[in-house]
């Protein structure tokens, strides 16, 4: 029998949802019983009835709006979350909102950690690779051609940023929470990696041919690689589950590949450096290649078309324009030493700088591999707590582990060359620098996930300005360790950015258990301490 639909009027003065409030009229649905009796039939779903004789309302289901919660919250008596807004109160939602109420506190999930590990051993491989090709090339090439090897590197590096444009983090973001956006937002991806790739060749090739560099062919050969970075976006699917086991096998052969090529031209006799960097390049390559193959069955067949390009781009061109800051003020130096020491003091500064990359590898990886989860936890209003859970053992442990290298600067470098120990008071600098990415890395990865991409690039470009700045200043007085102090002034400019950003859209790292962060600097002199007790008997 068809239902029924009939007016109940309610007594004066009342509303289904809440007493005290004049609200007219309840709509109920009427139904034929068994016996032929009619009966109301409420809603299951809805708000609690609190007096008796008031319908509960259905529960209307739609999807979650800007800054709100769509999972339901326990202890909130069935009513609906508030919005989750990071500007309320004027952007200052102080810590203690994000720490209040049973399992609000943010906890860093196992697998962003067992990530990290991966990732971690991953890169210990590959830095090895790396230093056991700068030990090699440092004792079969002359002075200025080990400095122009690592000078072009260094570049590269610059290049590798340049190509990424950002590009990898946005399609984190647009697909860690919608799988189904997968498959539109890669070739998006895809298609700007493979303009940024013909750009950066064409602006390294060409230069390279200006600037009389010997072997400019092959320079330009090498700088073909960036290309393969269209394929090595395919990890999406590894990096959205936090599951990096293939990603860090496939990385490891291609750096045991690229120091193959190395060792396999040093025993054919070659000791020109920019063939060098074809090695080096074409194990880059076969690495992109095969992540391109191990992630290809897990990817999401695209039925439409692509995602705009020009959204994405808008997106992702902050953080691809902050990323390329980062890695120019972290590189700039070899213009600046280059110029003004010459190219064998390129090649002493590049060793320590490879040496703190090889110390700031897990805050590197860290903040990488919880990006999905800092996302998330932005979404929940617990970004600050959680880049604080994030960040405090970090540095703390960094801080034992750097402070216990202090002491033994010169024997380290001294294992490139007798030449290669004068830079040691510039190893110390950066090791100090290196303590501070530790807090910047993560602070500026929480930015990220906070989708204040601005932010990011106001970030990143305070920091190369300083880094330009000290440069300017402190190279022609202090050489190599001017350019490391340029370094350290740039790592703590970016700290206090990052914390500015995130204090903007109410996220507070530093107000988090504030005792735990006294443990990195702690740690550090603790380990200073001993190691130069050590080195001096």
């Known amino acids: 029998?068809?239902?029924?639909?009939?007016?109940?009027?309610?007594?004066?003065?009342?509303?289904?949802?809440?007493?005290?409030?004049?609200?007219?009229?309840?709509?109920?649905?009427?139904?034929?019983?068994?016996?032929?009796?009619?009966?109301?039939?409420?809603?299951?779903?809805?708000?609690?009835?609190?007096?008796?004789?008031?319908?509960?309302?259905?529960?209307?289901?739609r999807a979650p709006g800007a800054g709100e919660l769509a999972a339901p919250h326990r202890g909130t008596g069935g009513r609906p979350r508030q919005p989750v807004d990071d500007r309320v109160h004027g952007g200052?939602?102080?810590?203690?909102?994000?720490?209040?109420?049973?399992?609000?506190?943010a906890h860093v999930p196992r697998r962003v950690w067992s990530g990290t590990g991966l990732l971690v051993l991953g890169r210990l491989f590959g830095s090895a690779c790396t230093l056991a090709t700068l030990f090699l090339l440092a004792q079969r090439l002359a002075g200025d051609g080990f400095g122009r090897f690592t000078f072009y590197l260094a570049l590269f590096m610059v290049l590798d940023s340049f190509v990424d444009l950002g590009t990898g983090q946005v399609l984190v973001q647009r697909t860690a929470d919608d799988p189904q956006a997968v498959a539109p937002m890669l070739g998006a991806a895809r298609r700007i990696r493979l303009a940024t790739g013909v750009i950066g060749v064409l602006a390294v090739g060409s230069g390279a041919f200006l600037a009389g560099e010997p072997g400019a062919v092959w320079i330009l050969v090498a700088s073909l690689y960036p290309l393969t970075h269209v394929l090595e976006l395919s990890t999406i699917v590894f990096k959205n589950r936090i599951a990096w086991a293939k990603p860090v096998v496939v990385r490891a052969v291609a750096s045991g590949a690229s120091l193959a090529f190395v060792v396999?031209?040093?025993?054919?006799?070659?000791?020109?450096?920019?063939?060098?960097?074809?090695?080096?390049?074409?194990?880059?390559?076969?690495?992109?290649?095969?992540?391109?193959?191990?992630?290809?069955?897990?990817?999401?067949?695209?039925?439409?078309?692509?995602?705009?390009?020009?959204?994405?781009?808008?997106?992702?061109?902050?953080?691809?324009?902050?990323?390329?800051?980062?890695?120019?003020?972290?590189?700039?130096?070899?213009?600046?030493?280059?110029?003004?020491?010459?190219?064998?003091?390129?090649g002493h500064y590049n060793v320590a700088v490879r040496i703190m990359s090889f110390g700031i590898m897990v805050a590197v990886f860290a903040p990488l591999a919880a990006l999905p989860w800092l996302t998330r936890e932005h979404a929940a209003g617990r970004l600050g707590v959680a880049a604080a859970r994030l960040a405090q053992p970090l540095f703390a442990l960094a801080g034992l582990a750097l402070g216990l290298l202090w002491g033994f600067c010169e024997p380290l470098l001294a294992l490139f060359g007798a030449g290669f120990a004068a830079a040691g008071d510039t190893l110390r600098w950066l090791l100090l620098a290196c303590l501070a990415v530790y807090v910047g890395a993560t602070f500026l990865t929480a930015v990220v996930a906070s989708g204040r991409a601005r932010?990011?690039?106001?970030?990143?470009?305070?920091?190369?300005?300083?880094?330009?700045?000290?440069?300017?200043?402190?190279?022609?007085?202090?050489?190599?360790?001017?350019?490391?102090?340029?370094?350290?002034?740039?790592?703590?400019?970016?700290?206090?950015?990052?914390?500015?950003?995130?204090?903007?859209?109410?996220?507070?790292?530093?107000?988090?258990?504030?005792?735990?962060?006294?443990?990195?600097?702690?740690?550090?002199?603790?380990?200073?301490?001993?190691?130069?007790?050590?080195?001096a008997s």
């Open 1 to 61: 029998m068809p239902r029924r639909v009939r007016r109940v009027p309610l007594r004066r003065g009342l509303r289904p949802d809440r007493p005290g409030r004049p609200r007219g009229q309840r709509r109920v649905r009427v139904r034929r019983g068994r016996r032929g009796h009619a009966r109301d039939v409420r809603p299951r779903r809805g708000l609690r009835a609190r007096h008796r004789g008031q319908a509960r309302l259905p529960s209307v289901r």
């Open 92 to 105: 200052r939602r102080g810590a203690a909102a994000e720490r209040t109420g049973r399992g609000v506190i």
């Open 264 to 346: 396999a031209f040093l025993a054919a006799g070659v000791r020109a450096p920019e063939l060098f960097l074809v090695a080096i390049a074409m194990g880059s390559a076969i690495g992109n290649l095969l992540l391109h193959l191990a992630s290809r069955s897990h990817l999401p067949r695209r039925v439409g078309p692509v995602a705009p390009l020009r959204p994405f781009l808008r997106n992702a061109l902050p953080i691809g324009l902050a990323g390329l800051c980062q890695q120019t003020y972290f590189y700039i130096d070899n213009l600046f030493v280059r110029g003004i020491e010459g190219a064998t003091a390129v």
């Open 455 to 535: 932010g990011v690039l106001g970030v990143a470009a305070a920091g190369l300005a300083v880094n330009l700045i000290g440069n300017s200043a402190l190279v022609p007085r202090m050489g190599i360790e001017g350019a490391a102090a340029a370094t350290l002034a740039t790592e703590i400019a970016v700290v206090l950015g990052a914390a500015m950003v995130l204090a903007r859209v109410g996220a507070h790292p530093l107000r988090s258990r504030p005792w735990a962060w006294l443990g990195g600097p702690a740690l550090f002199l603790l380990g200073a301490t001993v190691s130069s007790a050590l080195s």
